[in-house]
């Protein structure tokens, strides 16, 4: 079954559907509330994520600067989303994600 690319206002998703209006059809039973995007067939089997898209562009590793900024927070999660936000220039929301991401991974 093909794949398609889904791209929402909020959301990136990959579908195995038959075709593009199944597609749609999968992302506005998932997120009725937001907009379809683009909607984009993927070659079989091949599931691309680009780092840059996710804004993921800086040399440093989120996820070792979140562990360094919690093992310095001594597990405090409000403090570690502080410094990684002074650290790294994130804001809070993406601060946030990061440092409770890690703190689920056991940091």
């Known amino acids: 079954m093909p794949l398609f690319e889904v791209e929402t206002t909020s ?22 509330l937001e907009e379809v995007i683009r909607v984009s067939h993927r070659p079989r089997d091949a599931w691309v994520i680009s780092k840059n898209l996710l804004g993921l562009t800086q040399a440093v590793d989120p996820c070792a ?26 804001d809070l929301e993406g601060a946030r994600k990061v440092i409770e991401s890690n703190m689920a991974m056991g940091w």
């Open 11 to 32: 959301h990136i998703m990959i579908a195995c559907v038959e075709d593009e209006s199944e597609a749609r059809g999968f992302a506005h039973a998932n997120y009725p």
């Open 65 to 90: 600067k979140a562990r360094d900024c919690l093992a310095k927070a001594q597990g405090d999660k409000l403090h570690a989303v502080r410094l990684y936000m002074q650290q790294t220039g994130t």
